[in-house]
């Protein structure tokens, strides 16, 4: 392809396949047996680019074979640096035109998180196993209509929470289900960025597109409290503001919960656009353990009440997140994330922003 694409000559290289409409499959569709499994990655930002397309040179049951983008102008680069064929590149528009290309066997979901529901469903029913990135989308309502497109036309639907796929992580997660502590009293957590967002069309400022501290690494402590105690809450209250008006008036550049579990179990959680953290701790009624840095994509760290050390693991984390779920395809198995995780942490999302609305008052879920 020439160095320079006009977006009329990328519609029409992405574009000549015939528009393929929903089609219901009865079971969950398994790929030809091949030693990898062909990703697509749809939107080409930093995450994309800089974790994802690298990870997944280093996979063994995956790799990259498409892209999907509304930026012509990132085509050339992509396609000369991973090889990736004139015939395996689509626009938004185009995306469903995927259902005809047997290169790609999976669409993962990079986009901001206001249009996830619309680029999953579409990959759903073109017959594509989809992985969706954090977080799941905007409302419950979105997060059920791409497990309802996902079920209905058989494939499968993860979603990218890589830190349940971290060894260290792995480790607590067993700590809380086999008590090695002894039963988990409380949980306290936190993942924010201390930064600036001053583009004003970056979508973290922009409410429709899933703005917000909350959405984009308030997931992350919400999920941690989940999967450390395994356990739903059965109630939250949380608090939401900007210090930086000028850069969040539509989004929260500070978010503040607690969420109340079975058993009078309190997770106290914080997410910031404008502080640093990064922790999970877990008491119990016979020691504690915790991780420090719990969520940075390297170094995940953590240490036990008893003089346990969990040093960083020294793996890639979203490669062997991609393997893992696409090991999960190829043998016909749960993936570790599935869809209803991801509703599950949006619909704690929606009641602390409700909370806060109502003056942070408990809102039982």
Request: proline content about 5%.
């Amino acid at each position: 392809m020439k160095d320079q694409i006009s977006r009329r000559s990328f519609l029409k290289t992405a574009g000549t396949a015939l528009a393929v409409g929903s089609i219901g499959f009865p079971s969950l569709i398994l790929p030809r047996r091949r030693e990898k499994l062909g990703v697509a990655l749809v939107g080409l930002g930093s995450y994309a680019g800089g974790q994802l397309a690298p990870a997944l040179q280093e996979t063994d049951h995956c790799e990259l074979r498409g892209i999907v983008t509304g930026t012509p102008s990132k085509i050339p680069e992509w396609q000369e640096r991973y090889g990736i064929p004139d015939r395996n590149v689509y626009s938004y528009e185009t995306l469903h035109e995927v259902a005809n290309n047997d290169d790609i066997d999976i669409i993962y979901i990079v986009t901001p998180p206001g249009v996830h529901a619309r680029d999953s469903i579409v990959a759903a029913e073109a017959g594509k196993h989809v992985w969706c990135e954090k977080p799941m989308a905007m409302d419950e309502e979105e997060c059920q209509n791409i497990i309802d497109a996902a079920n209905k036309n058989g494939v499968q639907l993860t979603i990218g929470y890589r830190m349940q796929h971290e060894p260290n992580t792995q480790t607590i997660i067993r700590y809380g289900r086999e008590e090695t502590y002894g039963a988990i009293t409380g949980v306290q957590t936190g993942a924010g960025y201390s930064g600036a967002h001053r583009d004003p069309e970056n979508w973290r400022r922009i409410a429709h597109l899933g703005g917000g501290a909350l959405y984009d690494m308030g997931v992350y402590p919400i999920n941690a409290a989940r999967y450390a105690t395994g356990m739903e809450p059965i109630a939250v209250k949380g608090r939401q503001w900007s210090d930086r008006d000028e850069m969040y008036s539509e989004v929260d550049e500070h978010t503040d919960f607690e969420m109340e579990f079975p058993n009078g179990i309190i997770a106290t959680g914080e997410t910031s656009f404008g502080n640093s953290t990064n922790y999970l701790n877990v008491e119990c009624t016979d020691g504690s353990y915790r991780l420090s840095p719990m969520q940075s994509y390297r170094g995940v760290r953590g240490e036990t009440s008893g003089g346990t050390e969990l040093p960083p693991a020294g793996i890639n984390q979203q490669a062997r997140q991609m393997d893992n779920d696409a090991l999960a395809i190829k043998e016909g198995t749960d993936p570790i994330a599935p869809g209803e995780d991801g509703l599950a942490d949006i619909r704690i999302v929606k009641a602390i922003m409700e909370s806060s609305r109502k003056g942070g008052e408990w809102i039982q879920l």
